[in-house]
T-cell receptor, first 117, second 110 residues
Framework: GAVVSQHPSRVICKSGTSVKIECRSL??????MFWYRQFPKKSLMLMAT?????????EQGVEKDKFLINHASLTLSTLTVTSAHPEDSSFYIC?????????????FGNGTRLTVT | QKEVEQDPGPLSVPEGAIVSLNCTYS??????FMWYRQYSRKGPELLMY????GNKEDGRFTAQVDKSSKYISLFIRDSQPSDSATYLC??????????FGGGTRLMVKP
């Protein structure tokens, strides 16, 4: 069964508004979660690493003020797309490791499809 | 050159066929290899996880790693229409970051 839950699965918002996406680890604690973005028919692009109790680490080219990440508990990380624009429309997916070991596989949420009109 | 290369497909096969999906990579430090299946508009689902060279079988799926050739494969036996999806390979050197292939789109026709 699913080990990572993501909500909402789909959201449509107007340009200029903000959208919050939640990612929860189920039945395990995740000190680190990862946020990915995926364009149609493309692979996953790592946006940022979310660290419980500290600042997120953003990949090069990802605006930290645009994509706010909060990892306030060991089971919840949130991604807020601020002042969204149509070019932010995409598929956002979070992931976590059941084990904290760096070689253990990632488990993904079911993704959030964001459409900005 | 990308760190992980994967043919995007689409790969179209008849139901019941044996499917072979492959990735090549350039970083010899990679030791842990994964295959994910992604249905349209869903998150990737972990299918197989292997360490170093060798084979691993799980039901109709077999993952094969050849580190000397920097080549990994996923075989699907008796393919079904429900196997139609995009298959992503991923690998890591035991650091935190996974490196993904671009994905291969598979279509199994009844």
């Amino acid at each position: 069964g699913a080990v990572v839950s993501q909500h909402p699965s789909r959201v449509i918002c107007k340009s200029g508004t903000s959208v919050k996406i939640e990612c929860r680890s189920l039945d395990f604690q995740a000190t680190t979660m990862f946020w990915y973005r995926q364009f149609p028919k493309k692979s996953l692009m790592l946006m940022a690493t979310s660290n419980e109790g500290s600042k997120a680490t953003y990949e090069q080219g990802v605006e930290k003020d645009k994509f706010l990440i909060n990892h306030a508990s060991l089971t919840l990380s949130t991604l807020t797309v601020t002042s969204a624009h149509p070019e932010d429309s995409s598929f956002y997916i979070c992931s976590a490791r059941v084990s904290g070991a760096g070689n253990s596989p990632l488990h993904f949420g079911n993704g959030t499809r964001l459409t900005v009109t | 050159q990308k760190e992980v290369e994967q043919d995007p497909g689409p790969l179209s096969v008849p139901e019941g066929a044996i499917v072979s999906l492959n990735c090549t990579y350039s970083n010899s430090a990679f030791q842990y290899f994964m295959w994910y299946r992604q249905y349209s508009r869903k998150g990737p689902e972990l299918l197989m996880y292997t360490y170093s060279s060798g084979n691993k079988e799980d039901g109709r799926f077999t993952a094969q790693v050849d580190k000397s050739s920097k080549y990994i494969s996923l075989f699907i036996r008796d393919s079904q229409p429900s196997d139609s999806a995009t298959y992503l390979c991923a690998m890591t050197d035991a650091g935190n970051m996974l490196t993904f292939g671009g994905g291969t789109r598979l279509m199994v026709k009844p």
